[in-house]
């Protein structure tokens, strides 16, 4: 017999998720997104939304920011860093960034960490890296942490489907 999909308050998942999929307005261009699937779920999950670049003590808006000599794992290991168009090195924004995110994620043990795709901090794939399908600098950290991730961007609507709960409950379904 299936249980239901929904959660008492006390036995709702808890998901990190990056801040600016749930309307935040901390991109670095300060323009407002969100993914409307996220807040179709709002009364099921305790989301814990976090930006790592503001984490890091970067200001909304902020010059957008690529990394250099590698991807984000490159830059938690201290062999690339991460520039700003302005030509600003804001290497150890990132890096503080990630570090806070990695403070929020130990604090709260999410089942899942939900990251901004392509972004520099968050992506699990970044076209922003030197490093061909490179991974921003808080999902490296995450990753060497084993925090479970997926990427979403705004416009993404694979997570209005089961195999969502799933991935939060299993034992739910």
């Known amino acids: ?55 890091g003590g970067l200001p909304t808006p902020r010059p957008a920011s690529n990394i250099f000599g590698g991807d984000g794992m490159d830059v938690i290991m201290g062999k690339a860093k991460v520039i700003n168009v302005e030509g600003k090195d804001v290497t150890e924004n990132f890096k ?4 806070k995110s990695l403070e929020l994620a130990l604090r709260y043990n999410p089942i899942l960490s939900i990251m901004r ?10 076209p922003y890296c030197e490093a061909k399908n490179g991974m921003g600098v808080t ?21 209005y489907t089961g195999a969502f709960l799933m991935l939060l409950n299993p034992s739910q379904v």
Do not use: H
């Not at 709702?12 to 901390?26: H, N």
């Not at 795709?117 to 970044?126: D, F, L, N, V």
């Not at 999902?139 to 997570?159: G, H, R, S, T, V």
């Open 1 to 55: 017999m299936k249980k239901s999909l929904l959660f008492s308050l006390q036995d709702r998942p808890t998901v990190l998720v990056s801040a600016c999929l749930l309307g935040k307005k901390c991109r670095y261009d300060g323009k407002k997104t969100v993914n409307p699937s996220l807040l179709f779920y709002k009364d099921l999950i305790n989301f814990i939304p976090f930006c790592p670049e503001q984490l």
């Open 96 to 99: 503080l960034g990630a570090y």
């Open 117 to 126: 795709k392509k972004s520099p901090s968050c992506g699990i794939q970044t």
């Open 139 to 159: 999902a490296a950290l995450f990753k060497l942490y084993k925090i479970k991730m997926i990427e979403c961007a705004p416009n993404d609507l694979l997570i």
